[in-house]
């Protein structure tokens, strides 16, 4: 069992920049691979980034590419996601994801390939 909880959400302006951070409980956080998803009201929620245990292999949507970038801290047992440029349509609840997964380093981008969730943080940015 992992527990996760994310903190770092707020309002912006367009433009701005976060940084939300996802803390996982547990000894065996190197095992799992992270991802951070985000729904919209009325929409679904969409994968947004995703690291592999090792963090060597890296997915972006491609509404997100060159604004955000997903890091991991092992030693700290934390996921990161730093965005940039934020515009009004990354309006949206942020939920870390996570997947115990000890076969060779991927990422996985649908959220019922995910074990483990966070209950969210919200992120608003302002025009």
């Known amino acids: 069992q992992v527990q996760l909880v994310e903190s770092g959400g707020g309002l912006v302006q367009a433009g701005g920049s976060l940084r939300l951070s996802c803390a996982a409980s547990?000894?065996?956080?190197?095992?799992?691979?992270m991802g951070w998803f985000r729904q919209a009201p009325g929409k679904e929620r969409d994968i947004v980034a995703s690291?592999?245990?090792?963090?060597?292999?890296?997915y972006y949507a491609d509404s997100v590419k060159g604004r955000f970038t997903i890091f991991r801290d092992n030693a700290k047992n934390t996921v990161y996601l730093q965005m940039n440029k934020l515009k009004p349509e990354d309006t949206a609840v942020y939920y870390c994801?996570?997947?115990?997964?000890?076969?060779?380093?991927?990422?996985?981008?649908?959220?019922?390939?995910?074990?483990?969730w966070g209950q969210g943080t919200q992120v608003t940015v302002s025009s």
């Open positions: 994801a996570a997947k115990q997964w000890s076969g060779l380093s991927r990422i996985f981008t649908r959220q019922n390939e995910y074990d483990y």
């Open positions: 547990g000894r065996t956080f190197s095992t799992y691979l």
């Open positions: 690291i592999s245990w090792s963090g060597d292999i890296i």
